[in-house]
């Protein structure tokens, strides 16, 4: 499970990424990013090298491969926990029964912080819409010796 330390460390990133454009399959802070890059940037200013490449995907990739990819690849990296705390990233599923394609951070207890289609990385109220849709959460894997990459 995550610690304090670590929760903190991304919160200070994802908040450094606020107001970067929406922009598909980017991750480049102030220039770019979708709801994936920003959680990859994330890592990248944390971690230093991504664990893996996600490969080219469409806006409605999710209904078109009908696969968890997404949820796959945070079972792979993150570590999933029950009650998320700020910090925490959360999986969304967009429809009933359709493959998670959403992915943010619980920025506040009442705040997500997420790339936003069409606008930007921004904060929301986290909404019963999002509450609804809310289907996983996970922690980042501890930062090792207390350093931030």
């Not at 990133?13 to 598909?24: G, N, Q």
Request: positive net charge.
């Amino acid at each position: 499970m995550s610690n304090p330390q670590t929760r903190a460390a991304v919160l200070a990133s994802a908040e450094s990424w606020l107001d970067t454009p929406y922009r598909h399959q980017s991750s480049v802070k102030y220039v770019g990013a979708d709801c994936l890059g920003l959680i990859r940037g994330i890592w990248r200013e944390l971690y230093g090298e991504e664990p893996e490449s996600p490969p080219a995907y469409t806006p409605d990739w999710a209904e078109q491969a009908g696969e968890e990819t997404l949820r796959d690849a945070a079972n792979r990296w993150l570590i999933p926990i029950r009650k998320p705390e700020p910090g925490d990233a959360l999986l969304f599923r967009m429809a009933p029964h359709a493959p998670c394609k959403h992915i943010g951070i619980l920025f506040r207890p009442n705040r997500i912080l997420h790339a936003y289609w069409g606008k930007s990385v921004v904060t929301s109220h986290f909404a019963p819409f999002w509450q609804r849709r809310h289907v996983a959460s996970f922690a980042f894997p501890p930062l090792s010796g207390g350093s931030n990459g």
